[in-house]
């Protein structure tokens, strides 16, 4: 496979459910990164890793856990989340942080809490 | 003050014409890079294209160009000859170069319909 692969595609899941997202990168890149898309919102960035350590971290509630345990890899584990947590969630992955570096996307995992 | 601003929630234009997609930016930041990502409703951002704030010419990737005009901070996003699968959502985006580390900001987008 190429590019940024993203599973599942689709989830429905209750409030008191644990369930976890995954991302890999196929393309040697060294920053990995989460983001959440709400409707009639501008995309948030939530969480970046930049060879499997955490560098950014904006302020997301603490039901949202990242894992990324190398530097193909991205988890984001979910658990009690709230209905206002449906949304279509993206990874992205870049070299690195410079300014001239492109992030590509996955195809995103649409989320449905009930 | 927003960084990104795309001032056109929504877009029309008739197949096989050329539309303009307008995007301003904020920035104190020398070097900085801008992007326009297009996303169908599949949900899947799809990169277009790039410009560097040192890049003296603007932009090109096939049908898509950015016109870049430094002075009044614009990154104006033109598709010529427009074609169906064009409809979507454009997304423009910056990078910035000593204040901005791996954040990417976005603007709020807009839509493009293409008509037959």
């Known amino acids: 496979e190429t590019g940024v692969t993203q599973t599942p595609r689709h989830l429905v899941m209750g409030m008191t459910n644990k369930k976890s997202l995954k991302c890999e990168q196929h393309?040697?890149?060294?920053?990995m990164y989460w983001y959440k898309q709400s409707a009639k919102k501008p995309l948030e960035l939530m969480f970046v890793?930049?060879?499997?350590?955490?560098?950014e971290n904006n302020s997301v509630p603490s039901r949202f856990s990242p894992e990324c345990p190398n530097s193909s890899h991205l988890f984001l584990h979910l658990h009690t989340l709230q209905p206002e947590d449906s949304a279509l969630y993206l990874c992205?992955?870049?070299?690195?942080?410079?300014?001239?570096?492109?992030?590509?996307f996955g195809p995103g995992t649409r989320l449905t809490v009930l | 003050a927003q960084k990104i601003t795309q001032t056109q929630p929504g877009m029309f234009v008739q197949e096989k014409e050329a539309v303009t997609l307008d995007c301003t930016y904020d920035t104190s930041d020398q070097s900085y890079g801008l992007f326009w990502y297009k996303q169908p409703s599949s949900g899947e951002m799809i990169f277009l294209i790039y410009?560097?704030?040192?890049?003296?010419q603007n932009a090109t990737e096939g049908r898509y160009s950015l016109n870049f005009q430094k002075a009044r901070k614009s990154a104006n996003l033109v598709i010529s000859a427009s074609q169906l699968g064009d409809s979507a959502m454009y997304f423009c985006a910056m990078r910035e170069g000593h204040t901005g580390g791996f954040k990417t900001i976005f603007g709020a987008g807009t839509r493009l319909f293409v008509k037959a």
């Open positions: 992205a992955s870049s070299p690195g942080g410079k300014d001239t570096d492109t992030q590509y």
């Open positions: 393309l040697g890149h060294n920053a």
């Open positions: 410009q560097g704030s040192y890049d003296e």
């Open positions: 890793y930049s060879l499997e350590e955490r560098v």
